[in-house]
């Protein structure tokens, strides 16, 4: 167990709608990233967080979004899901924002 | 061309082989570099982390990186049924916030 848990462990929902999935970090990590893993795409970084502040953005859509909130844990929102949005996300913390980055169990997407 | 190349196997070996995994990348700003393994619809688990060139050893790990090379190296000794999983090298630098740049992942199989 990495101690990152995510909510929910699976979700399923229709085109058009909107998600929120949950990550809390380590115990005293400050930083949190969020990665969204696919067949074709392989493991992709999505946005990183540091102690509430956006500091880094990859390949992230603009229907998704994310936030860091003062007790330190993340949401990433997911709007006007279309099919090719399902996938596996993964967040992952890391104590200072350095390389060492433990990850949780994901959340996986389903959209119909 | 991808950042990181890994080939995605599977690798078939039998149990007691030393296996080799490999990535090469083309960013030669990466200076940190992970190797993860991956159970099936699990999160990532981070098993060795290396910075800059040289060998780190855990356990039946060890990892090896060639920054001349842009070549990095994960063997597993006395390989068990237990190690088959997919193992995926990542690579970050401190300019870009340590986002993990992910090689699409090595299947491994060991055979009892």
């Known amino acids: 167990d990495s101690g990152v848990t995510q909510t929910p462990k699976h979700l399923i929902t229709a085109t058009g709608q909107r998600v929120t999935l949950r990550c809390s970090p380590r115990?005293?990590?400050?930083?949190v990233y969020w990665y969204q893993q696919s067949l074709d795409q392989g493991l992709q970084f999505l946005i990183q967080?540091?102690?509430?502040?956006?500091?880094a953005k990859g390949n992230i859509l603009e229907r998704f979004s994310a936030q860091q909130f003062p007790d330190l844990h993340s949401e990433l929102n997911l709007s006007s899901l279309e099919l090719g949005d399902s996938a596996l996300y993964f967040c992952?913390?890391?104590?200072?924002?350095?390389?060492?980055?433990?990850f949780g169990q994901g959340t996986r997407l389903t959209v119909v | 061309q991808k950042e990181v190349e890994q080939d995605p196997g599977p690798l078939s070996v039998p149990e007691g082989a030393i296996v080799s995994l490999n990535c090469t990348y083309s960013?030669?700003?990466?200076?940190?570099f992970m190797w993860y393994r991956q159970y099936s619809r699990k999160g990532p688990e981070l098993l060795m982390y290396?910075?800059?060139?040289g060998n780190k050893e855990d356990g039946r790990f060890t990892a090896q990186v060639d920054k001349s090379s842009k070549y990095i190296s994960l063997f597993i000794r006395d390989s068990q049924p237990s190690d088959s999983a997919t193992y995926l090298c990542?690579?970050?630098?401190?300019?870009?916030?340590?986002?993990?740049?992910f090689g699409s992942g090595t299947r491994l199989l060991v055979r009892p």
């Open positions: 992952a913390s890391s104590p200072s924002g350095g390389p060492e980055a433990f």
């Open positions: 115990s005293g990590d400050l930083s």
């Open positions: 967080y540091y102690n509430g502040e956006e500091r």
């Open positions: 960013n030669s700003a990466f200076q940190y």
């Open positions: 290396t910075y800059s060139s």
């Open positions: 990542a690579m970050s630098s401190m300019d870009s916030s340590y986002k993990l740049i």
